[in-house]
T-cell receptor, first 114, second 114 residues
Framework: GNSVTQMEGPVTLSEEAFLTINCTYTATGYPSLFWYVQYPGEGLQLLLK?????DKGSNKGFEATYRKETTSFHLEKGSVQVSDSAVYFCALSDSQGGSEKLVFGKGMKLTVNP | GAVVSQHPSWVICKSGTSVKIECRSLDFQATTMFWYRQFPKQSLMLMATSNEGSKATYEQGVEKDKFLINHASLTLSTLTVTSAHPEDSSFYIC??????????FGSGTRLTVV
């Protein structure tokens, strides 16, 4: 079945540092890939997504590229801010919505210090 | 954008009582709703998948008689934790999904059973 493996952390960075969170997946078909962010005490918010190979998702300075050859969808940000402190989840689905379930990685907690 | 309202955001109940959590899609019709439980260290566990008007599909290991899911309409699903015990204390998150909107998450419910 489908699965997602991501860095688990926790990770602590200083403000303006470069961030990479690795995510690799296993899937039988051509899944859609997602990054979700969870701020303390809240639900999950979609950060970005990509639906086909070589697509790049981007939002709020974060980027991730759908790499089918390496089955990866690594999240990057060039300069993190204190407000980026949160838990980040990589996920995949066989569709962009509907009845197909999302499969999540275990999440990675990021703390950014001033 | 798509909004999912989840209530209550937190609840404290006595051991042996039942608690109902509501999940509403406010501005779209959800083909499917998903219920997750989040454990310490952020791991997300899919509990069940429900489609409007049909019985929920529970993941392996989830007690369907304990976690009752009702999906009465395309905009409302409820999770009832019956005869709650302290080990049921957790953070519960719903997600509403459609092909046009994708996956949208509620803000979560913190359940504490005393």
């Amino acid at each position: 079945g489908n699965s997602v493996t991501q860095m688990e952390g926790p990770v602590t960075l200083s403000e303006e540092a470069f961030l990479t969170i690795n995510c690799t997946y296993t899937a039988t078909g051509y899944p859609s890939l997602f990054w979700y962010v969870q701020y303390p005490g809240e639900g999950l918010q979609l950060l970005l997504k990509a639906t086909k190979a070589d697509d790049k998702g981007s939002n709020k300075g974060f980027e991730a590229t759908y790499r089918k050859e390496t089955t990866s969808f690594h999240l990057e940000k060039g300069s993190v801010q204190v407000s980026d402190s949160a838990v980040y989840f990589c996920a995949l689905s066989d569709s962009q919505g509907g009845s197909e379930k999302l499969v999540f990685g275990k999440g990675m907690k990021l703390t950014v210090n001033p | 954008g798509a909004v999912v309202s989840q209530h209550p955001s937190w609840v404290i109940c006595k051991s042996g009582t039942s608690v109902k959590i509501e999940c509403r899609s406010l501005d779209f019709q959800a083909t499917t709703m998903f219920w997750y439980r989040q454990f310490p260290k952020q791991s997300l566990m899919l509990m069940a998948t429900s489609n409007e008007g049909s019985k929920a599909t529970y993941e392996q290991g989830v007690e369907k008689d304990k976690f009752l899911i009702n999906h009465a309409s395309l905009t409302l699903s409820t999770l009832t934790v019956t005869s709650a015990h302290p080990e049921d204390s957790s953070f519960y998150i719903c997600s509403a999904s459609s092909l046009s909107v994708g996956y949208t998450f509620g803000s979560g419910t913190r359940l504490t059973v005393v």
